[in-house]
């Protein structure tokens, strides 16, 4: 049996980040279930970065993107919603996971292996390669503690986002990449750079998210929430025209609109849920007739059910946004001003078969990187 450290962006997120928990959730199962349930075990990392030590997520108008008094002012009234999902969402790293039974920041950090008996260190998904996030390069990400570079570390679906990297970054990079054995990238942006720059093994492979199956998520969707018809509006960032799509699609079909936002006013026409857990905004997902949103993983989810969607342009989201409507053929769902044209309806057996074969090569992939551990 080998332990893998999955090290990852999840349980100090500032906000409702429904991804990068079941990002999370995904990997370690998708670890668990490879070569049979005697070969590999993943435990999550309670790992804090640096740079979000100083975050607390019950007071998280310290550190929101947008910076404007609206916005401050409806976080302020999202308080209370926001302090019952977040024991929600501990409750779902706490018992959902094989999590570490130590926390861990940059002063303890060359223990976990000991501490954890890990046999290596999977570093992934999400954007744990942004350096515009996370405020340059994190130990703990790019594998840059002792205990990940002299032991066995490899990236899975690991992500730059929308990178901005200038000469001097470059060469940050091209340093840090050495820490890896294999390197397992999200989006297809930086891999021709990173096959120039490295002898290393690099692939564009799935998010984790992906890898499972629709019914892989059973175990942990809640029961249908709503009774009636509805349209599930999931803003990871306000956005006016989203907003305004919503509002003309609800007025169209007469279905009513469930919000997952910081947006508690609209609270006056939409049923407000951002105290959803992580099961619940599964299901939330599955029953809805619609769904509007600007997050990656809305879309991902909405596909797993076969829900009709549309997402829209969002800040550092757009290439993973792209690339994955580009590997299902559906970038018309893709709404930047809310005016675009309707787009097709989804065949969702076409979009299923064009998953299908990456999943395959992903999954062989992880498993090579596992089994690759000596």
């Not at 720059?197 to 690099?202: E, Q, W």
Request: glycine share 4%.
């Amino acid at each position: 049996m080998k332990y893998f450290g999955v090290v990852s962006y999840n349980i100090y997120g500032n906000f409702t980040n429904y991804g990068s928990a079941l990002q999370s959730w995904a990997l370690c199962k998708s670890i668990d279930s490879i070569g049979g349930k005697s070969e590999f075990k993943s435990v999550l990392v309670d790992y804090c970065p640096d740079v979000l030590a100083d975050k607390d997520p019950l007071d998280p108008m310290k550190n929101m993107w947008d910076k404007d008094e609206e916005s401050r002012r409806q976080c302020e009234l999202s308080l209370p919603a926001i302090r019952i999902n977040y024991k929600k969402f501990m409750d779902f790293y706490n018992n959902r996971f094989r999590k570490s039974q130590k926390s861990y920041t940059s002063a303890n950090f060359n223990e976990v292996a000991e501490d954890e008996k890990l046999d290596g260190f999977v570093c992934g998904s999400d954007t744990i390669f942004c350096i515009d996030e996370f405020k340059g390069f994190d130990d703990g990400y790019y594998a840059n503690y002792d205990c990940m570079k002299n032991g066995y570390t490899v990236s899975y679906a690991a992500s730059f986002g929308d990178p901005h990297f200038t000469d001097e970054t470059l060469l940050i990079l091209n340093e840090r990449i050495k820490n890896f054995k294999v390197l397992g990238i999200r989006e297809n942006l930086m891999v021709p750079y990173l096959k120039q720059h490295t002898d290393i093994p690099v692939q564009k492979v799935l998010d984790p998210t992906l890898i499972l199956t629709a019914e892989d998520y059973k175990e942990i969707t809640a029961p249908k929430l709503i009774k009636n018809k509805y349209i599930l509006l999931y803003a990871r960032r306000h956005n006016q025209k989203m907003t305004d799509y919503v509002n003309r699609l609800a007025e169209k079909t007469g279905y009513e609109i469930v919000e997952i936002s910081l947006r508690a006013e609209n609270a006056k026409h939409h049923r407000m849920f951002y105290e959803a857990g992580v099961e619940e905004f599964l299901s939330l997902v599955k029953y809805a007739e619609y769904v509007v949103t600007n997050s990656f993983h809305a879309a991902i989810f909405s596909i797993h059910f076969e829900r009709p969607f549309y997402i829209f342009s969002r800040e550092q989201c757009d290439t993973k946004i792209i690339e994955l409507l580009e590997l299902v053929d559906l970038k018309d769902r893709l709404m930047v001003t809310g005016e675009e044209d309707e787009p097709r309806v989804i065949d969702y057996g076409n979009v299923k078969a064009k998953i299908e074969k990456s999943r395959m090569e992903s999954i062989k992939f992880l498993s090579d990187e596992l089994y690759g551990c000596k």
